[in-house]
């Protein structure tokens, strides 16, 4: 038996970190083969995660080493004292150090130092560590770069989901090349919701599993990485909505991936916005408080996925169903070539948000040039290297804790 520390969680009302954080954890304990492992969860909004993680195998609390301030309602208030204190005991019981985040480790967000706290203190204490199906980069602040290859040096596994950010580390950041291990999202090893769930999620909606549909999942978050207005962003989602129920005559179901508490990174706020102005019933929102699961299940019954969420797309892409991009940074396009290989032009399967957001030629493009059975095709040749990719990650680490 093993205790198991994840790190690099912020919190599960995003849907796409719940998809990571219970992707490891199911993966842990089939591995280990009799569900062993005591696995424990650091994360923002610890009562919220529970509910979440505990079915998958997990006990999840709040990250003493990095105190978010845009969650500290969500989380008990603590004293320094108390959270040294309790950053030394987690330690103390802990065996492994497992850091995930999929794209933390950037200077887009302003988080990534802070997340290496655990990963620090534990290979300080010669606990060992690893980093699995990371996006890394690019870095702004050389500081920043040599506080993450510091630690990545030393971590007993590391592993990254695309190309781009290989690239970036072996010829940008000099770490030697055996050091880093191109790999896949966890995400992809989710389990879908069963048939029963799904036929209940989409029946308000007036759809069945067997019905027809595309699902365009929006990013209320979006803008603020983009330096767009949120005006100008809302329009471009809704002209694409409603462009593709005239040209595909089919529904378009707006899949909001991330429920999260701060109203600037709520997707309900924008579906709701997007389905009123499209003025359609054939525009629906899915409702209700769902897992990445449901929601897994719901994409993957789609003829087609349009995402603004790097996860809503991997949740689809990991059921063979063909999924296109909006994206604000390298991790988009770098997963999605990655997991289509190269038959498939990037354009094709990924649109920059800033240039999707002026309308024209890209909205243009991704309704009437879309190929969704060339997509789907070349993307179920590739998916079984992509999801043994991910698989391979946790036969290295159930090797690491068998040494």
């Known amino acids: 038996m093993s205790n198991i520390l994840i790190t690099g969680i912020t919190s599960c009302e995003s849907r796409g970190v719940e998809a990571l ?17 005591n696995i424990t969860v650091l994360t923002q909004t610890p ?11 997990a006990r999840c609390v709040a990250d003493p080493f990095v105190v978010s301030r845009s969650w500290k309602q969500m989380r008990p208030q603590e004293t320094p004292a108390e959270l040294t204190a309790r950053c030394d005991q987690l330690l103390t019981e802990t065996d492994l150090v497992i850091a995930t985040g999929g794209d933390l480790h950037t200077s887009d967000y302003g988080v990534s ?5 655990a990963l620090i203190a534990a290979q300080q204490r010669d606990i060992p560590t690893i980093m699995i199906g990371q996006s890394v980069g690019p870095f702004t602040d050389p500081t920043e770069a040599e506080a993450w290859l510091t630690v990545a040096d030393q971590c007993r596994l590391l592993t990254v989901r695309e190309s781009v950010s290989h690239g970036y580390l072996v010829d940008k950041l000099g770490l030697p090349e055996h050091r880093v291990r191109l790999s896949s999202d966890p995400a992809f090893l989710l389990p879908t919701a069963p048939g029963e769930r799904i036929s209940a999620v989409l029946r308000p909606l007036g759809l069945t599993p067997e019905d027809p549909y595309i699902c365009l999942a929006p990013s209320q978050g979006i803008t603020r990485f983009s330096a767009l207005e949120e005006a100008q962003h809302t329009a471009a989602v809704t002209r694409l909505a409603s462009d593709l129920v005239h040209t595909w005559n089919m529904p378009v179901v707006l899949v909001p991936h991330c429920h999260d508490s701060r109203p600037h990174n709520d997707d309900r706020i924008l579906a709701a916005r997007i389905a009123e102005a499209a003025n359609t019933p054939q525009v629906k929102v899915v409702p209700g408080a769902l897992t990445a699961s449901d929601y897994k299940g719901v994409l993957s019954h789609a003829e087609l996925v349009i995402s603004e969420r790097l996860h809503a797309a991997i949740g689809a892409l990991s059921n063979g169903v063909p999924a296109i991009a ?27 948000i800033r240039a999707f957001a002026q309308g ?10 879309t190929d969704a059975t060339v997509l789907r095709t070349s993307l179920r040749q590739r998916l079984p290297l ?9 036969a290295q680490i159930n090797k690491l804790l068998g040494d």
Do not use: M, W
Not at 21 to 30: F, H, Y
Not at 386 to 394: E, G, K, L, M, V
């Open 47 to 57: 009562a919220l995660d529970t509910e979440a993680l505990t079915p998958a195998g």
């Open 113 to 117: 130092t802070p997340y290496l706290r």
């Open 21 to 37: 954080a219970r992707s490891i954890i199911e993966q842990l304990n089939t591995e280990d083969g009799d569900g062993s492992n």
């Open 360 to 369: 024209g030629t890209a909205i243009d493009r991704l309704v009437h040039n």
């Open 326 to 352: 909006i994206g604000h940074s390298h991790k988009f396009n770098g997963v999605l070539a990655e997991t289509y290989g190269d038959t498939i032009d990037i354009d094709d399967i990924h649109v920059d």
């Open 386 to 394: 992509i999801t043994n990719r991910a698989r391979s990650d946790f």
